[in-house]
């Protein structure tokens, strides 16, 4: 390794390290690279990046920068850069243990559903980049002049389900970052705290995909899950209406076709469409 290489190299070091080895780390890379502005640079350079880790993460997660405000969300930030430093340049793909860093953090035990507010907020964030798909809505007629076994429903670019046993949605809605979204705090309080008899949450699975360039979520419908579930695996029309009891179809299709999450229905004995 050049010299020059050998000093990128612990340039990096220094700057995602953490914990009690951080300081003599820094300290070995001053005594390394002994100029006069050494410290000086590395403090500035040490600046800059957990300025880039808050925005990088505030962009991709506002509802939970909002949820845990600007003091100790760039804390947290700061902290997740240590534990989990980019692996890519592009920090477009940085953040996605973060679920899992929520979850492991004594800190935040007191805050449940954290977690799987990221989760919704990071499939949101994968939504926006998901190959384009086009629509093709002529087919729709497919679907009175086929049988269901040999039909394919194409869904938007983009679909994921998050299940929590919190209001995640409610959450994401109420602090007005999704496409659409009407703030509600009153919902998300009475969600969190007397959505049952017994006064636990109200749970809900979060449908996430993209409508045109916008991402989208909302709240699945009853039976939605398993029949969504069932599509995006590949299976006919006919075996998702057997993974379903109580969705009701008549609604979910013009909803669906309405908000862009179907965009087309493909027949066996047609020519797949990829």
Not at 126 to 148: F, G, K, R, S, V
């Amino acid at each position: 390794m050049s010299s020059l290489a050998a000093s990128q190299q612990a340039l990096l070091t220094t700057l995602f390290a953490a914990g009690r080895n951080a300081p003599e780390i820094a300290t070995e890379f001053i005594a390394a690279n002994a100029h006069q502005t050494s410290a000086r640079g590395l403090n500035a350079y040490t600046s800059n990046a957990h300025s880039l880790a808050e925005r990088s993460l505030a962009s991709v997660y506002p509802v939970l920068a909002q949820l845990l405000g600007d003091e100790s969300f760039a804390a947290f930030a700061r902290a997740f850069w240590h534990a989990h430093p980019p692996q890519r340049g592009d920090l477009a793909h940085w953040g996605d243990a973060l679920t899992g860093f929520i979850a492991a953090s004594p800190q935040l035990a007191d805050v449940p559903y954290l977690a799987d507010v990221a989760r919704v907020e990071w499939a949101l964030h994968q939504a926006a980049t998901a190959p384009d798909a086009e629509a093709d809505l002529a087919t729709l007629h497919l679907l009175m002049e086929q049988d269901p076994a040999l039909l394919y429903l194409r869904l938007a670019p983009g679909v994921k389900l998050v299940p929590s046993d919190w209001p995640v949605v409610s959450i994401v809605h109420a602090h007005g970052v999704a496409e659409g979204s009407t703030p509600d705090l009153s919902r998300v309080r009475e969600r969190l705290h007397s959505g049952s008899a017994d006064g636990a949450a109200t749970a809900e699975t979060a449908l996430v995909w993209r409508q045109g360039f916008k991402p989208q979520v909302r709240e699945a419908l009853p039976g939605e899950p398993a029949f969504v579930a069932a599509l995006h695996a590949g299976h006919t029309l006919d075996e998702a209406f057997s993974a379903i009891d109580t969705l009701d179809f008549a609604v979910w299709l013009p909803q669906s076709v309405a908000t862009g999450l179907l965009l087309a229905v493909d027949c066996l004995t047609l020519p797949l469409i990829p």
